[in-house]
């Protein structure tokens, strides 16, 4: 019997479908019922018309279960195309975030300085707070967040992950 592979790795998948409604619905439908977790979700129109739009998925499981994912969202209609970005070479994946830090004093000045290095951005400030904007891989906006706790973290909102391959190739 041969040994079957339970490392659990994180995949990034995109998937190409027709703009219509109800189609988000049947991919994350796929996931629930089938209690595969959805780590990030983002979706948007990706042509002139708003014919197409581009799902970007995250989730983790086994070698297995990543490929039985990809084959079950390969079959949903009207779905074009479905790639794993993580297993088909380099690509790019970055996602933003809004951090509400509330603080004074020392806390303060060690935000802005911890903001400046991650290369976070302020968008709003008030004497008692501050919003940082920063864009970047998700263990960089990770990192920043633990940062922030000790410092007064009062709130984050983050898009998810927006990704596409390097170089040449499409999805």
Do not use: W
């Amino acid at each position: 019997m041969p040994d079957i592979d339970t490392t659990l790795r994180s995949a990034t998948i995109s998937v190409l479908v027709e703009n219509e409604a109800g189609v988000l619905a049947r991919v994350i439908g796929l996931f629930s019922g089938r209690g595969y977790n959805i780590d990030s979700l983002t979706v948007a129109p990706v042509d002139g018309e708003g014919k197409r739009s581009r799902i970007n998925i995250v989730t983790s499981g086994t070698e297995m279960v990543i490929e039985q994912i990809k084959a079950q969202l390969d079959r949903l209609v009207p779905i074009y195309r479905v790639a794993d970005l993580t297993r088909q070479g380099p690509h790019i994946a970055r996602e933003m975030a809004l951090i509400k830090v509330v603080c004074s004093g020392n806390a303060r000045a060690e935000a802005l300085r911890l903001a400046d290095a991650f290369r976070a951005r302020v968008v709003d400030a008030t004497t008692e707070s501050f919003v940082f904007e920063m864009t970047g891989s998700t263990d960089k906006l990770d990192a920043f967040v633990e940062l922030m706790r000790p410092l007064g973290l009062a709130e984050v909102s983050r898009t998810g992950v927006a990704a596409i391959a390097r170089g040449t190739r499409t999805i």
